[in-house]
């Protein structure tokens, strides 16, 4: 026999409007909704949430949740998601996480709250990990960073990116590559994963360096690096930000860009080619990405049941003289 909300009601002895408010994450003190949560596991009711997202007509918006909006890259990304939602007829609710797994889970909380058709989500590692799309109640397409048990995502071949930095540097003459890496998401363990199998494929040793995916802590990590008795002869950032961190602690300590340290990194951001020599950098296929997740979203809605897909696009190498062979390297 199916149960129903009053069935919950009846077992957690509440009234339905106060079940109603903790299925939609309302206001409800912390025993109560504690009460009501055990009532819901006890019984094994589970809420028609597609049916709900059509009576609250939630259909003309959609959440797009990234790691960083000051990240050129997610201020591309979300801009394409914009235009390509404008064209469809809805809304975009943004909001920035900062790589705060807390205020990830806050923000799921509010699409809920707001009934958002679906979520266009960049997540940690933390929260990818744990993420429960069905119990969300609205689909979700990862960007950037995989998703949980290979649901929608659209995501660059990171590692072979990575692979490509190496063998350009390899192809310069540089042999001691060292890598600084975002510690909070899959994408710079998946480039981690690319720069390490390309330089044991040479039969060389991958020195590889983790910090927060800011321009602050790279500039940190990067100039105690260069300070140590004997600092790579080349450095590959993972993201744009952390590449504008090496750039500052190269600058900073008077270190020659690319006679003593050549740079390589991705995101072709204006700066990279304005900062003389001019960086290195995998250019991302940004708004490809931002078109195709809001396309996978718009398809996962038209198609409830479709099995999940992912879309994995490639980056392309944009030399400069950051990378150049300097003679002394």
């Not at 019984?43 to 009576?55: E, H, I, K, T």
């Not at 296929?285 to 809605?301: F, K, S």
Request: with cysteine; hydrophobic share 45%; proline share 5%.
């Amino acid at each position: 026999m199916t149960t129903s909300i009053k069935d919950v009601a009846r077992l957690a002895g509440v009234s339905v409007a106060t079940v109603s408010r903790v299925l939609g994450n309302g206001p409800v003190s912390p025993a109560l909704r504690a009460k009501v949560e055990e009532a819901i596991a006890g019984s094994g009711y589970r809420p028609n949430l597609s049916a709900r997202r059509l009576r609250s007509q939630s259909s003309l918006t959609v959440g797009l949740i990234v790691s960083d909006i000051c990240n050129p890259f997610f201020t591309a990304v979300g801009r394409a998601v914009e235009d390509a939602a404008y064209r469809a007829g809805m809304r975009v609710i943004l909001c920035n996480t900062d790589e705060n797994p807390e205020k990830e889970a806050m923000y799921l909380r509010l699409m809920q709250e707001e009934r958002v058709s679906g979520v266009i989500l960049a997540a940690t590692r933390a929260t990818a990990a744990r993420l429960d799309i069905a119990a969300l109640g609205f689909p979700v397409v990862m960007v950037d960073r995989a998703g949980p048990g290979g649901g929608d995502a659209v995501l660059l071949d990171n590692a072979a990116a990575a692979g490509q930095l190496v063998a350009h540097l390899l192809e310069q003459g540089y042999r001691r590559i060292g890598g600084l890496f975002g510690n909070t998401s899959s994408t710079g363990a998946e480039r981690h994963a690319g720069f390490a199998a390309a330089l044991a494929r040479a039969g060389l040793a991958a020195d590889a360096r983790f910090a927060a995916p800011s321009a602050a802590a790279a500039e940190q990590a990067v100039a105690a690096w260069l300070r140590e008795d004997d600092p790579p002869q080349a450095l590959i950032a993972s993201n744009g930000l952390l590449l504008l961190g090496a750039v500052k602690a190269a600058r900073a300590l008077g270190v020659a860009v690319p006679r003593q340290l050549a740079l390589a990194g991705f995101d072709n951001d204006s700066w990279t080619e304005l900062a003389e020599p001019g960086m290195t950098v995998i250019e991302q296929p940004v708004d490809a990405i931002g078109r195709e997740a809001m396309a996978m979203l718009l398809e996962r809605l038209r198609q409830p049941e479709r099995p999940p897909r992912k879309v994995v696009l490639s980056g392309r190498l944009v030399a400069r003289g950051s990378s150049r062979r300097a003679e002394s390297a």
